[in-house]
């Protein structure tokens, strides 16, 4: 297929927060926090923008690949929501970078890596982009409701960067929404326009965590299905399972489904949190920081979103 990733960088916000910290303004504790979630800490940005983390993360990720700005062809974010609605955070990047070719947004919530390395892919294959920049960032700490004990402890803010190049590491990529509203969702306010009868201030992220679980363990096993049965391969054949990080619990369903050792499940949670979309890509930057990741290794990725969106692909490393 079309793509080989050949860098990462990432921007991390420097303020840490631990279990204790939150345990210290709302009625939690650190021991349901970690048992519940495999969640320790998470970084929460107090002085930096989104913009910053984006630009860190993908400086990092160029300056790494040995390129300048002027080489990327394409800047593609995957966030939520920006500094601004408009213009959208990859153009900040961009600007930021001194880039010149196109830059724009994409919202698939927590699967936004999977979906913005397929709309890559088509970029790579039309030939119209060479090398394109991805930039998942998400500061979660702005749209969660720190009273609601039920979501302020799952979430951190951050950055990932990945740079992708016409290669033939994608081996397989799908991506699916099952349409859905009501499970995870942050409402957008109505404004003051003098027009609207009942309007609605900016919400707060909102969930069923319990229907949201289920749904990402199902929707875990059943992407893995979908990608052996497509390359002909068995699990016993993937050497990591790259799996969004928003639960410890949901990666230890999913691995009891699949019947794969532990090893083969890297995670990073207990030091994040969930970042949404930035979840795989850091992930991956930190497998290859520390050498676990080999040439030639075979990996899964998997995410599921709101939406609900869901996403899976196979990259062999290297
Ligand atoms: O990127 C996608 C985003 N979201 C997810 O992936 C979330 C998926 N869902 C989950 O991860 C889990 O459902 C949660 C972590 C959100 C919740 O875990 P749970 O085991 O499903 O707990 P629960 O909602 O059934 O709540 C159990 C108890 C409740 O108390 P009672 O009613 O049993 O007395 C909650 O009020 O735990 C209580 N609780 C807490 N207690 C201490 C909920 N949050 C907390 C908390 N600290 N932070």
Request: charged share 20%; aromatic share 8%; glycine share 8%.
């Amino acid at each position: 297929m079309s793509l080989r990733i050949v860098s990462l960088g990432k921007g991390i916000p420097a303020h840490r927060v631990s279990n204790d910290d939150l345990a210290a303004f709302i009625d939690t504790s650190d021991e349901w926090i970690r048992t519940r979630t495999g969640i320790e800490s998470r970084y929460v940005c107090r002085d930096e923008s989104l913009t910053d983390l984006a630009t860190a993360a993908a400086t990092e990720a160029i300056e790494r690949a040995g390129l300048a700005p002027s080489d990327i062809d394409l800047v593609i974010g995957s966030t939520f929501e920006g500094d601004y609605l408009t213009p959208s955070l990859s153009c900040c990047v961009a600007e930021r970078l001194g880039t010149q070719c196109p830059a724009f947004d994409l919202n698939a919530a927590c699967t936004g890596f999977i979906f913005a390395l397929e709309v890559a892919a088509g970029f790579v294959e039309r030939q119209k982009a060479k090398r394109v920049l991805i930039v998942c960032a998400e500061m979660m700490s702005k749209h969660i409701d720190w009273h609601d004990r039920s979501t302020c402890v799952l979430f951190g803010d951050g950055s990932a960067a990945v740079i992708v190049e016409p290669g033939e590491a994608l081996k397989y990529i799908s991506i699916s929404t099952s349409p859905n509203s009501e499970m995870l969702s942050l409402p957008v306010g109505t404004g003051n326009s003098p027009f609207v009868h009942h309007g609605k201030t900016k919400g707060f992220l909102a969930m069923e965590g319990q229907k949201v679980f289920k749904f990402a363990v199902n929707v875990g096993a059943v992407e893995l299905s979908k990608a052996m049965s497509a390359l002909g391969m068995t699990p016993e054949e993937i050497d990591y399972f790259v799996l969004h990080q928003a639960n410890k619990r949901i990666i230890d369903s999913i691995r009891a489904k699949v019947g794969q050792p532990e090893e083969k499940f890297p995670m990073n949670i207990q030091r994040y949190g969930n970042i949404s979309s930035v979840a795989i890509p850091l992930l991956l930057l930190e497998m290859w920081e520390s050498d676990k990741l080999k040439s030639g290794d075979v990996l899964f990725l998997s995410a599921f979103g709101a939406g609900m969106t869901a996403g899976s692909c196979v990259i062999v490393w290297g």
